[in-house]
């Protein structure tokens, strides 16, 4: 009869290999936090190299270019004869239109607008990326063929939301109802997009003065018919911002405006 045979058990000091274990790992961490670094990525957090509120002393110095603009015969609210001129570059479902309407426009119409103080003329420039942008460009030009752009542009900023689920065309076609336009003229109007060509000069218009995103807006003073000597404000700025330009281009002129400006972005 064989005696069974006891299995030893046996055990292993783990100890020596610890300190290279940490070693490896800790490699392996600080590759990957230096290379999400040279990505321009923080792990967590979501970046762009221009943030706002960021400074870099390698950062190349913002200009802002004094040039002429053929505003084309825009839409004009306020005192078309003014020699103080602010054209607005806009996109009807751009949220941050919609933010420049709330927030800013109110004052600068109550101090500007409603004074006679500006000539203010509103220009399309639809986003392709906003789905509904076209289409709500289109009906405000649909309704200034009927004489009531400023009402068709103030509704449809008023229920614009970044889906654009409100400009939907059934939506603007009920709109120019709610307006008191003749329904059945802006229907045809809006579905033959007859005024698709125009938005497209539009764009172009905004873009030989540096227009790449809404809103935009030229500052500047007269110098002919649909003329005006300028600088561009891009983006959506709170109306203290508006009001110290608009002050200083009446004071001081266009070129120390956008010399001020220049320095205030800088």
């Not at 990326?129 to 309704?143: L, R």
Request: glycine share 8%; proline share 5%; with cysteine.
């Amino acid at each position: 009869m064989s005696t069974p045979v006891k299995s030893e058990e046996q055990s292993f000091d783990l100890t020596p290999l610890l300190t290279p274990i940490a070693i490896f790992l800790s490699a392996i961490l600080i590759s990957a936090t230096l290379f999400f670094s040279l990505r321009g990525v923080t792990l967590g957090t979501s970046t762009t190299t221009a943030a706002a509120g960021s400074t870099s002393s390698a950062a190349a110095k913002e200009t802002v270019a004094v040039t002429e603009l053929d505003y084309q015969g825009g839409p004009v609210i306020g005192d078309a004869n003014s020699n103080l001129v602010m054209v607005e570059y806009t996109d009807f479902q751009c949220p941050f239109c919609k933010r420049n309407y709330d927030q800013t426009y109110p004052s600068i119409k109550k101090d500007y607008i409603d004074t006679k103080k500006i000539a203010y003329v509103s220009k399309n420039f639809p986003l392709d990326f906003h789905p509904s942008a076209q289409k709500s460009a289109e009906a405000s030009e649909c309704a200034l063929e009927q004489g009531k752009y400023w009402e068709m542009h103030d509704k449809m900023f008023g229920v614009s939301t970044s889906d654009g689920a409100t400009l939907l065309v059934a939506n603007l076609k009920q709109y120019a109802r709610d307006l008191g336009l003749d329904g059945a003229k802006f229907d045809s109007c809006l579905d033959s997009s007859k005024y698709a060509p125009d938005i497209k000069a539009s764009i172009a218009n905004g873009q030989t003065v540096g227009v790449s995103g809404t809103p935009g807006f030229f500052v500047g003073t007269k110098t002919g018919t649909n003329k005006v000597k300028g600088f561009l404000i891009p983006g959506a700025y709170p109306y203290a911002s508006f009001d110290t330009i608009l002050k200083d281009i009446a004071a001081s002129g266009v070129d120390v405006a956008a010399k001020n400006f220049e320095n205030s972005i800088n």
